[in-house]
């Protein structure tokens, strides 16, 4: 069983909004907090945002840019990352991962290869 599952990518148009989520199964605990990443061809896994599970308080990196908001709903394990306002410059896989770290550690350590516990990603592409 999968442990991270996220849905919501797609095609869109510069402009638009997407909403991605991320169903969370076994890292429930309050301890953990999670995040969203992207991977663009060619390019670096990045961190956007990161969330703590204990009190929902979130992380932004640079990447969010003001246009990209993380949210969870407890009750659903759901993890959300909506998006707006998106340019071409936002295409990429997106994923989201777990962690027993402060929402700002998985943030900046996603990148580094030391969270374990990752999705399989959605892709989105941003084009008219």
């Known amino acids: 069983q999968e442990r991270l599952v996220e849905s919501g990518g797609g095609l869109v148009q510069p402009g638009g909004s997407l909403t991605l989520s991320c169903a969370v199964s076994e890292f429930t605990a309050s301890f953990y907090s999670y995040g969203w990443f992207r991977q663009a061809p060619g390019k670096d896994r990045e961190g956007i945002s990161c969330?703590?599970?204990?009190?929902?308080?979130?992380y932004d990196t640079d990447s969010a840019q003001g246009r990209f908001t993380i949210s969870r709903d407890n009750a659903s394990n759901t993890v959300y990352l909506q998006m707006s306002d998106l340019i071409p410059e936002d295409t990429a896989v997106y994923y989201c991962?777990?962690?027993?770290?402060?929402?700002?550690?998985?943030?900046?350590?996603?990148?580094?290869?030391?969270?374990?516990?990752w999705g399989q990603g959605t892709q989105v592409t941003v084009s008219s």
């Open positions: 991962a777990a962690a027993p770290l402060p929402a700002k550690a998985l943030c900046h350590l996603g990148p580094s290869g030391l969270i374990d516990y």
């Open positions: 969330i703590n599970n204990s009190d929902g308080t979130t």
